[in-house]
């Protein structure tokens, strides 16, 4: 070793010559796939796909689950009306995931139960649209128990952990002749950021001022010692199947789902069983004098409303949309816009309204429709109206 | 004087080609690396405004309300930490005899098919054992096996409330039966690689099954066996759809086993949706936090099984 180092003056160096095999068939394989890639890529540009005439329009939605089956039956039935033309696509996710995709134009529409605060309708440029109106239910999972009574106070009792037992005496006073349990109940609450729990804690926070003071009304509450699912599907999977357990949710949900609920006792004093009707009676006495499509919505608020035959959780829905529908992160073209607002003028009317009672909203009376008439006609695309 | 490095060079027609896929391929391996810290700059730099807003306090605060913007991570560090602990506490026994039957026990044709199944259920996607536990683990645990503990310890903390089955007790059993394929197989092929001296060193010293095994086998593959566990408690902290679908999602630390609770990753899942603002930059910072120790966990992991295949020789020489 040391001979061929001073032979050398510099160490060994073996060198070997690598058999160059197969390489004709790897530049074949390697053509061919990308042969493959391009192909796919201008199936995919062309949108030969995707299906549909080339002047078809997809709008898209997100938010509220409140008013969920109306918005899908009514998606359903456009497609229909508009020959395959106009898709609408609304996700679901609860009012706060609504409102943040709307804020960052992820979205064409979002569906909210909570209004907008004042500061932030007008930040954004977001019109409130009342759609839909909708009872909210006290659903309950005791077998035993077919004709739950309920009032005000005392539900708010059991949310706040101050009535523990189905067989307290705050309930057996409301349901004379009733033979209650003694298991301890268990409340189903929503985990995400929800409308339906704006609603619901508003009109607790109306009934009881000890609600009021320690939790107040808000899209997410804490609860105290409740079990959380996420949007009003999963409140309605978990009451069903958790026995001695009650949570609140859409009429439309808990009739959908065969869940029991409770006769609510109503501001005039009477026990009230949530329905379309109901609810309309409730919208009708208890509406408030409503503010223009851009204005300030925080405070409407039908709970509660006075009448023999108002059911006393009913709330407003809303779906918020720009009043200027271009904007240079949507990107949002004018077909589709022109088609946005087209849908929610049928929506609102007569035709789209129809739907609500068969899955237990309640119509919007007159004079809303009037008021969401001249919000739509407000909506601009690069400031010329669309209507 | 030690014999000189031969240095191999390929020269040919392929040099060119070669030095192109050494660094093409050098590339690829770096943009791993620039993927995993650009994720952990990005992360830090937009928990800032949670971070300088709560500082160390975050840690430690109890609420998490949106509606006062008041955000702590306590809840969901002890309900990650109080379900892990569940899971690990049931799922390592069971784990580590499964190990060490398929590993000393079992015969031939019973050890190939059922380590073959074990590790079949490493590969189930976590939401199916979240579907399962849902609608079969959750009724069953709630009218069998909560009622079955509550009739005789129904008077301690652990077990006071409602057994609904959406609590921390089911999402702490569901976690410890998706750790056991993990922590069986690798604590399995760690007793596997302890060579046959060892035990024939005990045996010959007349030690019976059992101890054999405990002396020679568990003892010896120690640190590979306690490296399969923190592999499988990095996995249980990280576990998501699983925890959310079944611990009922209560954002408050309760000590009852059968009160709903929450974790890191569940929030993050339950939130991510809606979040925004300081709200957004709080859920970061939690999921930063579950990062850093699912990070820890799983580099301390593999440095005890490493650290334990190398220290075993190849061949039967030596201790």
């Not at chain 1, 890529?41 to 080339?54: E, N, Q």
């Not at chain 1, 006075?306 to 073209?333: C, D, R, W």
């Not at chain 2, 954002?251 to 339950?270: C, E, V």
């Amino acid at each position: 070793m040391s001979e061929q180092k001073a032979r050398n003056g510099k160490t060994t160096e073996d060198k070997v010559v690598m058999p160059h095999r197969g390489g004709n068939s790897m530049i074949l394989v390697a053509g061919a796939v990308i042969v493959v890639i391009v192909v796919i890529a201008a199936i995919f540009a062309t949108g030969v796909l995707s299906g549909g005439t080339k002047e078809s329009v997809t709008l898209t939605g997100a938010g509220a689950t409140f008013p969920m089956p109306l918005i899908l039956k009514w998606a359903d039935v456009y497609y229909n009306n508009t020959n395959h033309k106009v898709k609408v696509n609304y996700a679901g996710g609860g009012s706060g995931a609504g409102i943040t995709q709307i804020e960052g134009n992820h979205v064409n529409f979002a569906g909210s139960d909570a209004p907008l605060s004042a500061a932030d309708s007008s930040k954004y440029g977001l019109l409130h649209i009342p759609e839909t109106i909708g009872p909210i239910v006290a659903a309950y999972n005791e077998p035993s128990v077919t004709n739950l009574k309920l009032d005000g106070p005392t539900l708010a009792k059991m949310f706040m952990k101050n009535i523990t037992t189905w067989n307290d005496p705050a309930i057996v006073a409301l349901n004379p002749g009733v033979t209650l349990p003694t298991d301890t109940i268990t409340t189903v609450v929503r985990s995400d950021s929800s409308g339906t729990t704006f609603a619901f804690s508003g009109y607790l926070a109306v009934v009881s001022t000890e609600f009021k003071t320690l939790y107040g009304q808000g899209k997410s509450v804490s609860w105290k010692n409740a079990i959380g699912a996420s949007g009003n599907p999963g409140v309605a999977a978990t009451v069903k199947t958790t026995a001695h357990s009650i949570g609140y949710i859409d009429l439309s949900y808990a009739e959908s789902n065969n869940i029991q609920f409770a006769q609510l006792k109503n501001h005039d004093g009477n026990f009230v069983t949530a329905s379309s009707d109901t609810a309309s009676a409730a919208a009708a006495s208890g509406s408030v004098s409503l503010p223009a499509g851009n204005g300030d919505w925080s405070h409407v608020s039908i709970l509660d409303a006075p009448g023999a035959t108002s059911y006393p959780i009913t709330t407003f829905t809303y779906i918020l949309v720009y009043k200027e529908l271009y904007n240079a992160q949507s990107q949002m073209n004018k077909t589709a816009a022109k088609e946005l607002v087209n849908f929610l003028w049928w929506a609102v009317h007569g035709t789209g309204q129809s739907y609500s009672s068969g899955l237990y909203f309640a119509p919007l009376p007159a004079s809303v429709v009037t008021l969401d008439e001249a919000t739509l006609n407000s909506i601009t695309y690069n400031g010329v109206a669309l209507r | 004087m030690p014999a000189p490095r031969s240095r191999l060079t390929f020269s040919g027609r392929s040099s060119g080609a070669d030095m192109l896929f050494e660094y093409g391929v050098l590339a690829i391996a770096l943009s791993t690396l620039v993927l995993v810290w650009g994720l952990v700059l990005k992360m830090a730099l937009d928990a800032q405004p949670s971070i300088e807003r709560f500082g160390p306090g975050f840690f430690i605060g109890m609420q998490w309300n949106p509606n006062n913007e008041v955000f702590g991570a306590l809840p969901f560090i002890f309900g990650t930490l109080l379900t892990s602990g569940i899971a690990m506490l049931i799922g390592v026994p069971l784990s580590i005899g499964i190990a060490v039957y398929l590993s000393e026990l079992a015969p031939p044709w019973v050890r190939e098919p059922l380590s073959f199944v074990v590790e079949l259920l490493a590969a189930v996607p976590s939401v199916i054992y979240g579907l399962w536990a849902m609608y079969a683990l959750r009724p069953f645990i709630a009218h069998s096996v909560e009622p079955f503990f509550m009739s005789f310890l129904g008077w301690t903390p652990p077990f006071q409330g409602n057994a609904t089955g959406l609590d921390k007790f089911t999402a702490g059993i569901i976690l410890a039966i998706m750790i056991i394929p993990t922590v069986t197989s690798v604590s399995k092929e760690t007793m596997r690689a302890v060579p046959d001296s060892q035990r024939e060193a005990a045996l010959s010293l007349g030690a019976t099954r059992y101890e054999t095994t405990r002396i020679a086998v568990l003892s010896y593959s120690r640190s590979g066996i306690f490296g399969a566990c923190i592999l499988g408690l990095g996995r249980a902290i990280g576990e998501t759809m699983a925890v959310t679908m079944t611990i009922g999602n209560a954002n408050r630390i309760s000590w009852s086993l059968l009160d709903p609770g929450q974790t890191m990753s569940s929030l993050i899942a339950n939130n991510w949706g809606e979040a925004q603002g300081i709200q957004l930059s709080a859920l970061i910072e939690i999921g930063l936090v579950l990062f850093i120790v699912a990070l820890i966990v799983n580099l301390f992991a593999r440095l005890m099984v490493g650290r334990f295949m190398r220290a075993v020789p190849s061949t039967g020489g030596g201790l």
